[in-house]
T-cell receptor, first 110, second 114 residues
């Protein structure tokens, strides 16, 4: 079983749609969680950190469920510019490793 | 400007040759990481270092070597033992794995074996 798992998609949605991605992790000692965005042939860039209480940044909402060991990302009112790959990232608490999921590809269409 | 710099951006290597990828950061970060990304795939951890003069193997360390003699530098050598080295290599740094802070990435090096 992979340490961090994501549905690779692709998710094809129309502009204005709401879309949600989930990510599961296997190490219960994991302590820090992030969502990164990666555009084609570019380096990943931080989209948002994920806190236990949940957090929101404009159209983006991230949530953490420690009991079920998953994190989620919700994008509301999708824009064409949201088309990218979204990477779930976990810091393993017992090793300090920064572990990436496979990524979920989002295509927003006009 | 503060940041993390990888060089070169593109690198071509003949089979059987070793090659070293550079990664430098001026963010005063303790932790540094090397990842490999293949087309359509996620990032796989090669090596990571949480402090100067110390590093650990990641999930795919075979055929690679690193050093961490200085805080700001974490070079990666792709040796001839790496059977399929053509890939996109990404270096990252963070304040520390237990600091709950984001990792910053360099722009990556695309290595092609010819």
């Amino acid at each position: 079983r992979k340490e961090v798992e994501q549905d690779p998609g692709p998710f094809n949605v129309p502009e204005g749609a709401t879309v949600a991605f989930n990510c599961t992790y296997s190490n219960s000692a994991s302590q820090s969680f992030f969502w990164y965005r990666q555009d084609c042939r570019k380096e990943p860039k931080l989209l948002m950190s994920v806190y236990s209480s949940g957090n929101e940044d404009g159209r983006f909402t991230a949530q953490l469920n420690r009991a079920s060991q998953y994190i989620s990302l919700l994008i509301r009112d999708s824009k064409l510019s949201d088309s990218a790959t979204y990477l779930c990232v976990v810091i393993a608490g017992n090793t300090g490793k920064l572990i990436f999921g496979q990524g979920t590809t989002l295509q927003v269409k006009p | 400007d503060g940041g993390i710099t990888q060089s070169p951006k593109y690198l071509f290597r003949k089979e059987g040759q070793n090659v070293t990828l550079s990664c430098e950061q001026n963010l005063n970060h303790d932790a540094m990481y090397w990842y490999r990304q293949d087309p359509g795939q996620g990032l796989r951890l090669i090596y990571y270092s949480q402090i100067v003069n110390d590093f650990q193997k990641g999930d795919i360390a075979e055929g690679y070597s690193v050093s961490r003699e200085k805080k700001e530098s974490f070079p990666l050598t792709v040796t001839s033992a790496q059977k399929n080295p053509t890939a996109f290599y990404l270096c990252a740094s963070s304040t520390g794995p237990h600091m709950n802070t984001e990792a910053f990435f360099g722009q990556g090096t695309r290595l092609t074996v010819v």
